[in-house]
Protein backbone atom coordinates (compact mmCIF):
# COMPACT_ATOMS: atom_id res chain seq x y z
CA UNK A 1 0.00 0.00 0.00
CA UNK A 2 3.02 2.31 0.97
CA UNK A 3 4.30 1.79 -2.39
CA UNK A 4 1.26 2.56 -4.45
CA UNK A 5 0.92 5.77 -2.11
CA UNK A 6 4.38 6.41 -3.16
CA UNK A 7 3.64 6.02 -6.75
CA UNK A 8 0.86 8.55 -6.79
CA UNK A 9 2.69 11.10 -5.10
CA UNK A 10 5.22 11.23 -7.45
CA UNK A 11 3.10 11.25 -10.17
CA UNK A 12 0.89 13.98 -8.48
CA UNK A 13 4.14 15.97 -8.12
CA UNK A 14 4.85 15.66 -12.00
CA UNK A 15 0.99 17.30 -12.40
CA UNK A 16 2.04 20.35 -10.72
CA UNK A 17 2.35 22.16 -14.44
CA UNK A 18 -0.70 19.74 -15.89
CA UNK A 19 -3.37 19.98 -13.46
CA UNK A 20 -5.60 18.92 -16.40
CA UNK A 21 -4.32 15.25 -16.84
CA UNK A 22 -7.41 13.68 -14.46
CA UNK A 23 -9.83 14.75 -17.04
CA UNK A 24 -11.72 12.33 -18.91
CA UNK A 25 -10.11 9.69 -16.80
CA UNK A 26 -12.60 7.04 -14.99
CA UNK A 27 -14.26 7.74 -11.55
CA UNK A 28 -11.61 5.08 -9.71
CA UNK A 29 -8.84 7.33 -11.36
CA UNK A 30 -9.97 10.13 -10.67
CA UNK A 31 -10.64 9.62 -6.80
CA UNK A 32 -7.26 7.73 -6.09
CA UNK A 33 -5.46 11.22 -7.79
CA UNK A 34 -7.77 13.40 -5.54
CA UNK A 35 -6.74 11.15 -2.38
CA UNK A 36 -3.35 12.01 -3.06
CA UNK A 37 -3.21 15.41 -4.13
CA UNK A 38 -5.51 16.24 -0.41
CA UNK A 39 -2.56 14.33 1.23
CA UNK A 40 0.34 16.27 -0.64
CA UNK A 41 -1.92 19.55 -0.27
CA UNK A 42 -2.30 20.09 -3.93
CA UNK A 43 -5.46 21.74 -5.62
CA UNK A 44 -7.52 19.48 -7.40
CA UNK A 45 -7.58 20.15 -11.28
CA UNK A 46 -10.47 22.11 -12.79
CA UNK A 47 -11.66 19.01 -15.31
CA UNK A 48 -14.73 21.39 -15.86
CA UNK A 49 -12.97 24.10 -17.19
CA UNK A 50 -10.75 22.03 -19.24
CA UNK A 51 -14.25 20.63 -20.68
CA UNK A 52 -15.28 23.78 -21.36
CA UNK A 53 -12.46 24.71 -23.23
CA UNK A 54 -12.31 21.90 -25.22
CA UNK A 55 -15.41 22.72 -26.30
CA UNK A 56 -14.88 26.27 -27.28
CA UNK A 57 -11.70 25.12 -29.06
CA UNK A 58 -13.77 22.50 -31.00
CA UNK A 59 -16.49 25.32 -31.84
CA UNK A 60 -13.48 28.07 -33.18
CA UNK A 61 -12.29 25.07 -35.66
CA UNK A 62 -15.80 24.52 -37.13
CA UNK A 63 -16.28 28.34 -37.69
CA UNK A 64 -12.82 28.31 -39.33
CA UNK A 65 -14.68 25.16 -41.21
CA UNK A 66 -17.84 27.53 -42.18
CA UNK A 67 -16.05 29.61 -43.79
CA UNK A 68 -13.51 27.72 -45.75
CA UNK A 69 -16.96 26.01 -47.39
CA UNK A 70 -17.91 29.88 -48.25
CA UNK A 71 -14.37 29.48 -49.60
CA UNK A 72 -14.66 26.19 -51.94
CA UNK A 73 -17.40 27.27 -53.24
CA UNK A 74 -16.37 31.18 -54.07
CA UNK A 75 -13.54 29.59 -55.85
CA UNK A 76 -15.46 26.77 -58.28
CA UNK A 77 -17.33 30.16 -59.26
CA UNK A 78 -14.51 32.21 -60.22
CA UNK A 79 -12.97 29.36 -62.19
CA UNK A 80 -15.78 29.20 -64.29
CA UNK A 81 -16.22 32.68 -64.93
CA UNK A 82 -12.98 33.42 -65.63
CA UNK A 83 -12.85 30.70 -67.80
CA UNK A 84 -15.91 31.78 -69.88
CA UNK A 85 -14.47 35.49 -70.35
CA UNK A 86 -12.09 34.64 -73.25
CA UNK A 87 -14.32 32.01 -74.64
CA UNK A 88 -16.57 35.15 -75.39
CA UNK A 89 -17.67 35.47 -79.38
CA UNK A 90 -19.06 38.58 -80.78
CA UNK A 91 -22.40 38.10 -82.92
CA UNK A 92 -24.22 41.29 -82.91
CA UNK A 93 -22.04 42.57 -85.75
CA UNK A 94 -22.16 38.45 -87.80
CA UNK A 95 -26.22 38.63 -87.57
CA UNK A 96 -26.31 41.50 -90.08
CA UNK A 97 -22.75 40.88 -92.10
CA UNK A 98 -23.33 37.49 -92.42
CA UNK A 99 -27.26 35.94 -93.03
CA UNK A 100 -26.22 32.36 -92.08
CA UNK A 101 -23.99 33.80 -88.56
CA UNK A 102 -27.09 33.45 -86.25
CA UNK A 103 -30.23 31.11 -86.72
CA UNK A 104 -32.99 33.84 -87.59
CA UNK A 105 -35.33 34.94 -85.06
CA UNK A 106 -38.71 34.80 -86.46
CA UNK A 107 -40.21 37.70 -83.97
CA UNK A 108 -37.18 39.79 -84.73
CA UNK A 109 -35.99 41.55 -87.45
CA UNK A 110 -31.86 41.41 -88.21
CA UNK A 111 -31.82 45.15 -86.69
CA UNK A 112 -33.72 44.42 -83.55
CA UNK A 113 -31.86 40.84 -83.22
CA UNK A 114 -28.13 42.74 -83.67
CA UNK A 115 -29.52 45.01 -80.95
CA UNK A 116 -30.51 42.43 -78.60
CA UNK A 117 -26.96 40.41 -78.79
CA UNK A 118 -25.14 43.42 -78.36
CA UNK A 119 -26.87 44.09 -74.98
CA UNK A 120 -26.29 40.50 -73.96
CA UNK A 121 -22.92 40.93 -74.65
CA UNK A 122 -22.94 44.04 -72.46
CA UNK A 123 -24.76 42.14 -69.48
CA UNK A 124 -22.66 38.48 -70.05
CA UNK A 125 -19.45 40.27 -69.76
CA UNK A 126 -20.48 43.00 -67.42
CA UNK A 127 -21.64 39.94 -65.05
CA UNK A 128 -19.11 37.81 -65.50
CA UNK A 129 -16.27 40.53 -64.29
CA UNK A 130 -18.48 41.31 -61.26
CA UNK A 131 -18.76 37.24 -60.43
CA UNK A 132 -14.80 36.90 -60.95
CA UNK A 133 -14.25 39.79 -58.75
CA UNK A 134 -16.59 39.39 -56.00
CA UNK A 135 -15.82 35.34 -55.85
CA UNK A 136 -11.59 36.32 -56.14
CA UNK A 137 -12.39 38.53 -53.00
CA UNK A 138 -14.20 36.46 -51.00
CA UNK A 139 -11.71 33.74 -51.79
CA UNK A 140 -8.80 35.51 -50.65
CA UNK A 141 -10.32 36.92 -47.27
CA UNK A 142 -11.48 33.17 -46.88
CA UNK A 143 -8.31 32.23 -46.86
CA UNK A 144 -6.67 35.00 -44.69
CA UNK A 145 -8.83 34.86 -42.16
CA UNK A 146 -8.53 30.77 -42.43
CA UNK A 147 -4.88 31.34 -42.41
CA UNK A 148 -4.23 33.19 -39.29
CA UNK A 149 -6.94 31.06 -36.70
CA UNK A 150 -5.85 28.14 -37.44
CA UNK A 151 -2.62 29.54 -36.73
CA UNK A 152 -4.15 30.59 -33.40
CA UNK A 153 -5.87 27.58 -32.81
CA UNK A 154 -2.34 25.69 -33.22
CA UNK A 155 0.12 27.74 -31.12
CA UNK A 156 2.13 25.25 -29.00
CA UNK A 157 3.02 27.95 -26.26
CA UNK A 158 0.87 29.60 -23.52
CA UNK A 159 -2.24 28.34 -21.61
CA UNK A 160 -5.34 27.12 -23.65
CA UNK A 161 -7.67 30.28 -21.96
CA UNK A 162 -5.09 32.66 -23.45
CA UNK A 163 -5.25 30.60 -27.08
CA UNK A 164 -9.08 31.05 -26.79
CA UNK A 165 -9.10 34.35 -25.99
CA UNK A 166 -6.97 35.47 -28.76
CA UNK A 167 -8.66 33.80 -30.90
CA UNK A 168 -11.96 35.76 -29.62
CA UNK A 169 -10.31 38.97 -30.48
CA UNK A 170 -9.47 38.05 -33.62
CA UNK A 171 -12.73 36.85 -34.56
CA UNK A 172 -14.18 39.96 -33.75
CA UNK A 173 -12.09 42.36 -35.25
CA UNK A 174 -12.47 40.60 -38.89
CA UNK A 175 -16.24 40.91 -38.33
CA UNK A 176 -16.70 43.37 -40.98
CA UNK A 177 -14.37 41.80 -43.31
CA UNK A 178 -16.24 38.34 -43.07
CA UNK A 179 -19.73 39.64 -43.62
CA UNK A 180 -18.58 41.97 -46.43
CA UNK A 181 -17.07 38.51 -47.72
CA UNK A 182 -20.12 36.25 -47.12
CA UNK A 183 -22.17 39.27 -49.17
CA UNK A 184 -19.61 39.18 -51.79
CA UNK A 185 -20.33 35.45 -52.91
CA UNK A 186 -24.24 35.55 -51.47
CA UNK A 187 -24.55 38.22 -54.55
CA UNK A 188 -22.02 36.49 -57.23
CA UNK A 189 -24.55 33.08 -57.26
CA UNK A 190 -27.84 34.74 -58.68
CA UNK A 191 -25.08 37.40 -61.01
CA UNK A 192 -23.47 34.08 -62.23
CA UNK A 193 -27.18 32.79 -63.16
CA UNK A 194 -27.84 36.10 -65.28
CA UNK A 195 -24.60 36.19 -67.16
CA UNK A 196 -25.78 32.32 -68.06
CA UNK A 197 -28.87 33.57 -68.78
CA UNK A 198 -27.22 36.72 -71.38
CA UNK A 199 -25.00 34.14 -73.00
CA UNK A 200 -24.98 35.57 -76.86
CA UNK A 201 -24.00 32.21 -78.36
CA UNK A 202 -27.68 30.66 -76.85
CA UNK A 203 -28.92 33.77 -78.21
CA UNK A 204 -27.40 33.46 -81.11
CA UNK A 205 -28.34 29.89 -81.95
CA UNK A 206 -31.75 29.58 -81.10
CA UNK A 207 -33.61 33.00 -79.57
CA UNK A 208 -36.97 31.20 -78.35
CA UNK A 209 -34.92 28.23 -77.09
CA UNK A 210 -32.38 31.40 -74.81
CA UNK A 211 -35.42 33.49 -73.93
CA UNK A 212 -37.20 30.43 -72.03
CA UNK A 213 -33.66 29.63 -70.50
CA UNK A 214 -33.02 33.62 -69.70
CA UNK A 215 -36.71 33.49 -68.04
CA UNK A 216 -36.22 30.12 -65.90
CA UNK A 217 -32.19 31.31 -64.81
CA UNK A 218 -33.58 34.97 -64.22
CA UNK A 219 -36.17 33.76 -61.77
CA UNK A 220 -33.98 31.32 -60.18
CA UNK A 221 -31.51 33.91 -59.75
CA UNK A 222 -34.15 36.40 -57.89
CA UNK A 223 -35.45 33.40 -55.87
CA UNK A 224 -31.66 32.59 -54.30
CA UNK A 225 -30.84 36.05 -53.78
CA UNK A 226 -34.40 36.29 -51.57
CA UNK A 227 -33.38 32.98 -49.92
CA UNK A 228 -30.18 34.32 -49.10
CA UNK A 229 -31.01 37.18 -47.76
CA UNK A 230 -33.61 35.69 -45.86
CA UNK A 231 -31.34 33.09 -44.44
CA UNK A 232 -28.84 36.14 -43.24
CA UNK A 233 -31.77 37.74 -41.91
CA UNK A 234 -31.93 35.03 -39.78
CA UNK A 235 -28.86 34.06 -38.50
CA UNK A 236 -28.49 37.83 -37.38
CA UNK A 237 -32.05 37.58 -35.57
CA UNK A 238 -30.69 34.16 -33.92
CA UNK A 239 -33.16 31.94 -35.68
CA UNK A 240 -36.59 34.72 -34.73
CA UNK A 241 -37.96 37.11 -37.73
CA UNK A 242 -41.78 37.80 -38.74
CA UNK A 243 -42.16 36.58 -42.00
CA UNK A 244 -43.96 33.87 -44.08
CA UNK A 245 -40.65 32.35 -44.48
CA UNK A 246 -40.06 29.86 -41.76
CA UNK A 247 -36.31 30.74 -40.37
CA UNK A 248 -33.97 27.52 -40.48
CA UNK A 249 -33.58 25.48 -37.47
Not at 52 to 63: I, R, T
Not at 118 to 145: D, G, P, Q, R
Not at 155 to 160: V, Y
Amino acid sequence: GSRHLAEGAAAAAGMKHRPMACCGADAEAKAQLLEVNSKEKMPAPDCANAESEAKLFEVNQKKLDAENAIGVLATLIAGFSLSLLPQLEVFSDKVLSDAGACSKCGFLSPATHSRMLLVCEYVHVIALVVVACASCFSVVVVTMIYFHGSKILAKRKGSRAKMLAEFDGFWDAVKGIRQFSRDAFLCAVPLFMLSIAASPKIWCNNCLLAGFAAAALASSGIGVFLLTRHFEACRQAGGQIGSAWPCFP
